[in-house]
């Protein structure tokens, strides 16, 4: 029998600043999570309020942070609005998702937090990557997702030309969101990662980590460690 626990929502309506006590099953599949940025960062998230409402539409949970938008174009009014739930605790995303997005990196303490085949999509400068990020991401066996190993056909990062083509913060969020919705979700939706990733090929280039393995090679080739080409772990679509 699966256990069950209590995660207490806030709600981000100043006129109802009141929780609630809800029990959640922590192996519901169809859920996101929004956390919050470290960052002060204005574009400080992957998803609109409308990307969030179609989720919600479409019966997947989504939850986030309390004060996930204060650097955000948006607010948390807005994302309640959309459908979000909110919780105060990183723990409790974690345990409530299989989808967690944050636009800076994950930090130590969170990637320990997560549950074994998790999904993890961030930003992650090269400075935030050691071995021992690596061994901790892959002792969990995370499906690690870094949207900045994008690049454009000329092999330029493709979040800074969304950036350079957008002429306010709001507009950077709505085309980067517009582009990474659908990525998540075909995670979502898809019988695993490896189908998600064969059906999606945009994802490809921006694994870091699948399966306890290391995916990006010059990842691999600056830290010295093995690693295997994502392909060679998704073969197989079962």
Not at 37 to 42: A, I, V, W
Request: hydrophobic letters at 40%.
């Amino acid at each position: 029998m699966t256990a069950e626990y209590i995660i207490l929502h806030d709600t981000p309506h100043a006129e109802t600043q009141t929780w609630e006590a809800a029990v959640e099953a922590p192996t519901r599949k169809l859920t996101v999570a929004l956390a919050k940025s470290e960052t002060l960062q204005p574009d400080s998230s992957f998803l609109t309020p409308n990307a969030v409402r179609t989720f919600t539409d479409q019966g997947i949970k989504v939850f986030a942070q309390f004060g996930f938008a204060n650097h955000n174009p948006f607010s948390d009014t807005d994302y309640a609005d959309a459908g979000t739930e909110f919780t105060h605790h990183y723990a409790d995303l974690s345990m409530l998702s299989n989808l967690i997005v944050k636009f800076d990196a994950f930090t130590f303490d969170q990637i320990a937090l997560s549950k074994e085949n998790q999904i993890l999509i961030s930003i992650l400068p090269p400075e935030n990557l050691d071995q021992e990020y690596i061994k901790a991401v892959n002792d969990k066996k995370i499906t690690m997702i870094c949207l900045d190993y994008l690049k454009d056909e000329q092999g330029s990062p493709l979040l800074e030309k969304i950036r350079q083509e957008t002429l306010s913060e709001a507009g950077f969020q709505i085309s980067l969101s517009n582009f990474t919705f659908p990525l998540m979700e075909a995670l979502l939706h898809a019988p695993s990662v490896a189908y998600a990733l064969q059906h999606s090929p945009d994802l490809m280039p921006c694994i870091l980590c699948h399966a306890g393995t290391l995916c990006h090679q010059q990842t691999a080739e600056k830290l010295q460690l093995p690693w295997r080409d994502i392909l060679s772990l998704c073969w197989n679509l079962n």
